[in-house]
């Protein structure tokens, strides 16, 4: 089979006397084991794919090929097989050609369905800015209730966490110690969506209200034993506002006898508004999600759904199964009981109205053609008319629109036929930066005709950029490029690391997110001082574990951690800890996470399990040493030859990311050789030359633009042309490497559609 198949190739491609060609080579040297078109054969069943450039190839040809006697072909021949290879296989126009890629036809994924119901609702509502203030308006009073007329202080609050002790907040104003109310109100922005834990001590009596500005989510107004902690839970979806509100009042329980008992000792008081994140600890809740804006209440829809698959890199929501759709049943369910007791407030009528049962119908219409993201047809409309035959079941007949509504495919499908009109561009330029539907603007736009030409729709990207609501999706993709998704537990030898606890992995979670949006979201959103900054974020339990000067009690403070060692994410703790084992640093790790992640390139699994080399076996090496003792095989070097020397690079930094200058009582080599596509080898010293390196990278900035696509779109770039990768890293480099440009460009690719041959 074999012999038959290798004498086709080669009548194919006769080896003449002159110098063979690359596809001639390919034929004679190659193909048994490769397959005729790169398929692969029984003994080495990976097909022929990649991205390496033809230089890379070369080098990786020269030393491993053929099989049987690696090394024997020459330069000149090793050039011309690779460049065969490359144009066979390995370019972007082969890899159109052998696996061309289509956009599919995708349902709405689970952030996408979770802020659509929720935006659908709050069409109906007012609109609130959240401005630029943060922190909570605290009213305080001089006596022990929230009257008006006892307001002695009005003031911004940027978070909740006193301990009067027997003290009132300002002696002057307060001439009871014994009693004092203090009212605080104001909107929390979560900041990823998921159950939080709300938890509230103090040793008096206090209300807590969230989303829900009527019901109390906590009520501890009557106050029994010695309970002083309280704790209530409520799923939150991010990028959206919801209304909080917390009393506290200090009094005696009970009969007020303080005119029959004047000297009666002054009790302590404290109070403080607490929050568990989701996978996170419990905490004060920070100045920075909180505004003193009353912003109207939200739908937070609470039905679990099962994850959406990210085999390729990124959410897709290409297939549909039993239990993801009997999740969308439960939602449409959740969502028509919502608005069914809402429905006087969103269809701004009231029982007694005359005209409500006409008002709660064009409600009705006006939620189907939302949710449809286009104006309905006349048989939509016709159906909705239908529910509403009955005059006495108005009720009744809201609800059965939102069930139809929502498990229609117009609303849970993205785009269902394929029109393509500017109905199609805004929806897919909607849930390209906010995972929902368009906004009141952005549907306007589509109706008015403003959608048509890329200047257009570049100003509406921009704009939906400098929402709050498109930092989920921003934040999102960095969790993902960074590979830090699942990495909210992180373990260490408790005797080598002491002190880092739960508390100290949610600080850097914390402080790595508030380091990438302070550049994202900055001036310059400049791609380059995310890779090269020397700056950290770190408060004061972070600063006592790295070395830092900062006060206990601080809170996130940027600074310079290790002057001249630092080169921004690279090097950031929390990511250097999520690359390592529980007591030793891992090359391999962060090697491969800098190899996939941020240049972009495919690396196979390997070609069988490997357990790495145990400490203990090689007692006097260090980790350096072990592991190129452990890949130092030539089939391991295939991959390992990128990897090892990209990992070393970031040696001087231990299991938890502190520098370091010694590993096992051994000077720390950080040296490292990578091979550019250009088929030059370049040398890196330590972590700030791989930053600087990686952050004028061409492959780096190419990589990264496609990544940013497909998060975006949720479709391989490729099914979009095939210039519009290089169209696309063009761009980016033209606009000085700006972030969010960047992504504004990828939306509005996405929006527009392929390019018309």
């Known amino acids: ?70 090394g024997t072909l020459s330069p000149t021949d090793a050039e011309k097989v690779s460049a065969y290879l490359h144009d066979a296989f390995y370019s972007p126009v082969a890899r159109d050609r052998n696996r061309p890629a289509r956009i599919e036809l995708a349902r709405l994924t689970v952030p996408q369905y979770r802020n659509s119901v929720a ?283 939102v069930l139809l509504v929502l498990k229609s495919p117009q609303f849970i499908y993205r785009e269902v036929g394929g029109q393509g009109d500017a109905f199609d561009v805004a929806s897919r330029l909607s849930f390209g930066l906010w995972d929902s539907i368009p906004d009141a603007d952005l549907y306007a736009a589509a109706t008015q005709g403003q959608l048509k030409t890329r200047e257009q729709v570049l100003a509406h990207a921009t704009r939906m950029l400098e929402s709050p609501r498109a930092k989920p999706k921003v934040r999102q993709f960095f969790h993902h490029w960074l590979n830090v998704e699942q990495a909210k537990e992180l373990s260490k030898d408790s005797k080598r690391f002491a002190g880092f606890d739960p508390q100290t992995v949610a600080d850097l979670r914390v402080a790595l997110d508030l380091f990438v949006e302070e550049i994202v979201w900055g001036k310059s959103a400049d791609f380059k001082r995310l890779l090269t900054s020397d700056e950290i974020l770190l408060n004061g339990r972070l600063a006592k574990l790295y070395g830092a000067d900062l006060p206990a009690d601080a809170g996130f403070t940027t600074m310079k951690l290790d002057p001249g060692q630092r080169s921004g994410v690279l090097t950031h703790p929390y990511l250097l800890a999520n690359f390592a084992y529980t007591a030793e640093s891992s090359p391999i790790h962060r090697g491969v996470f800098l190899t996939r992640g941020v240049l972009g390139l495919s690396l196979r699994p390997p070609p069988e399990a490997v357990t790495p080399v145990a400490p203990d076996l090689h007692p006097s090496l260090s980790t350096r040493e072990r592991v190129s003792l452990q890949t130092k095989a030539q089939n391991c070097m295939n991959c390992h030859g990128i990897i090892n020397p990209l990992g070393f690079t970031l040696e001087k930094f231990d299991a938890i990311g502190r520098y370091r200058n010694e590993d096992n009582k051994k000077p720390v080599n950080d040296v490292g050789v990578y091979l550019g596509r250009d088929g030059k080898p370049v040398t890196l010293k330590g972590p700030v030359e791989l930053g600087k390196f990686l952050a004028n990278s061409p492959e780096v900035h190419a990589a990264f633009a496609v990544q940013v696509f497909h998060h975006v779109a949720q479709q391989p770039i490729r099914a979009y042309g095939p210039t519009a990768h290089a169209d696309l890293t063009k761009a980016f480099t033209e606009c000085g490497l700006d972030i969010r440009k960047l992504f504004a460009e990828a939306a509005v690719t996405m929006a527009l559609g392929p390019k018309k041959k």
């Not at 048994?32 to 990976?46: F, Q, T």
């Not at 939080?196 to 019901?215: C, G, S």
């Not at 009353?294 to 739908?299: G, R």
Request: net charge neutral; hydrophobic share 35%.
């Open 1 to 70: 089979m074999r012999f038959s198949l290798l004498a086709t190739i080669v009548l194919a491609f006769p080896l003449s006397a002159a110098e063979p060609t690359g596809a001639e080579l390919y034929a004679s040297k190659c193909v048994a084991c490769h397959g005729a078109k790169g398929e692969g054969s029984k003994k080495y069943k990976r097909s022929l794919e990649g991205d390496r450039s033809v230089l890379q190839l070369t080098k990786y040809v020269q030393e491993t090929m053929p099989e049987d006697a690696p």
């Open 119 to 401: 935006d659908l609702v709050h069409h109906f509502r007012w609109n609130a800015n959240w401005g630029d203030k943060r922190g909570l308006t605290g009213e305080y009073y001089k006596g022990r209730n929230h009257n008006k007329g006892e307001r002695v202080i009005e003031r911004l609050d940027p978070e909740v966490k006193f301990d009067f002790g027997i003290q009132t907040p300002e002696k002057d104003k307060f001439p009871d110690p014994h009693q004092f109310a203090i009212a605080w109100n104001g909107s929390i922005l979560p900041p990823e969506t998921g159950f939080y834990e709300f938890v509230i001590r103090t040793e008096h009596a206090m209300q807590f209200w969230l989303n829900d500005t009527q019901k109390p989510l906590i009520d501890a107004t009557v106050k029994s034993g010695n309970q002083n902690e309280y704790v209530a839970g409520m799923y939150l979806v991010a990028g959206r506002a919801y209304p909080i509100r917390l009393n506290f009042s200090k009094a005696k329980q009970g009969v007020d006898d303080s005119k029959k008992n004047p000297n009666r000792p002054v009790q302590p008081a404290s109070i403080s508004l607490n929050w568990k994140p989701p996978d996170g600890v419990v905490e004060p809740i920070p100045s920075r999600v909180l505004s003193p804006v009353a912003f109207p209440e939200q739908f937070a829809l609470g039905t679990p759904f099962p994850p959406d698959d990210r085999s390729l890199g990124w959410e897709r929501g290409t297939a549909v199964s039993k239990e993801w759709d009997a999740a969308t049943t439960e939602a449409a369910l959740e969502t028509a009981t919502y608005v069914s007791v809402k429905i006087n407030d969103l269809a701004k009528t009231n029982d007694g109205a005359g005209d409500r049962a006409v008002k709660i119908q064009a409600f009705a219409k006006a939620f189907a053609e939302r949710a449809y993201r286009r104006p309905l047809t006349d048989a939509q409309k016709k159906l909705v008319e239908k529910q509403f035959e009955s005059q006495k079941e108005i009720d009744i007949a809201i609800k059965r629109v």
